[in-house]
């Protein structure tokens, strides 16, 4: 399954006027690849990924996630689609400090109705995917930086979304962390066939992604495949 957007425009008010986020931007990441957003602060990286995880609905074009045309949709189907379909990995973990590494997945879980005791097999065999398996008992407090960020992307594929939606998950790592957080992303991008789009400001690893999207003032002004 693809994510696709055909001129997606989306304006916000602005005192008596409208401020444009995005401008008639089109953009189609098949599944098993990943697409990295790059672009200055406010060109609209992160309207774009609202826009694609059905947070904020554009005030023109169309929007399909896994097949599924989101203007059909009203908010609860939405809700339920971004449950299901769409996996979001927040540029901070946002873990729930009472809770260890494998109840963190478990909780997505319950929020999805699914049975939280069949859902430990799953949380720990994601959790094994990104390294952590010894760590599945852990709370945030007793993990690093780079395995809080592993834990948060491991939390996003519980459900086995189509689409994962990634918001600079390396910018409060170092450069090995952050390799090591990019390879984890594009082995579980193409392993587990998922239409990956990821903003990031480093620049250092954009060889190894299968296509680079560039943003200025709400506009799509390039978009190259390696």
């Known amino acids: ?126 959790l094994d995917a990104v390294g952590l398996a010894d760590k599945a008992d852990r709370r945030p407090h007793q993990l690093s930086g780079g395995q809080r960020q592993r834990v948060n992307i491991a939390r996003a594929l519980m459900n086995e979304p189509a689409v994962l939606l990634v918001d600079e998950p390396t910018s409060a790592l170092d450069h090995e962390r952050g390799a090591a957080v990019l390879d984890l992303l594009i082995g579980l991008t193409r392993t587990r066939s998922t239409a990956t789009v990821m903003v990031t400001h480093d620049r250092a690893h954009l060889d190894r992604v299968d296509a680079t999207a560039a943003m200025e003032d709400g506009r799509l002004t390039a978009l190259a495949r390696t």
Not at 29 to 46: E, I, Q, R, Y
Not at 69 to 84: F, H, I, P
Not at 103 to 115: I, K, N, V, Y
Request: hydrophobic share 45%; aromatic share 2%.
């Open 1 to 126: 399954m693809t994510l696709i957007l055909t001129d997606v425009t989306l304006t916000y008010p602005d005192g008596d006027a409208r401020l444009t986020a995005l401008d008639r931007v089109s953009l189609e990441v098949p599944a098993g690849s990943l697409t990295a957003v790059v672009g200055p602060s406010g060109s609209g990286k992160s309207s774009l990924l609202a826009v694609a995880a059905t947070l904020v609905t554009p005030d023109r074009g169309q929007v399909v996630v896994a097949g599924t045309d989101t203007a059909a949709l009203g908010r609860a189907e939405q809700a339920a689609l971004r449950r299901e379909r769409v996996g979001i990995v927040f540029q901070q973990p946002n873990l729930l400090p009472s809770l260890t590494a494998a109840e963190q997945l478990q909780a997505m879980a319950h929020l999805s109705g699914r049975p939280v005791r069949a859902a430990r097999g799953r949380a720990l065999e994601l």
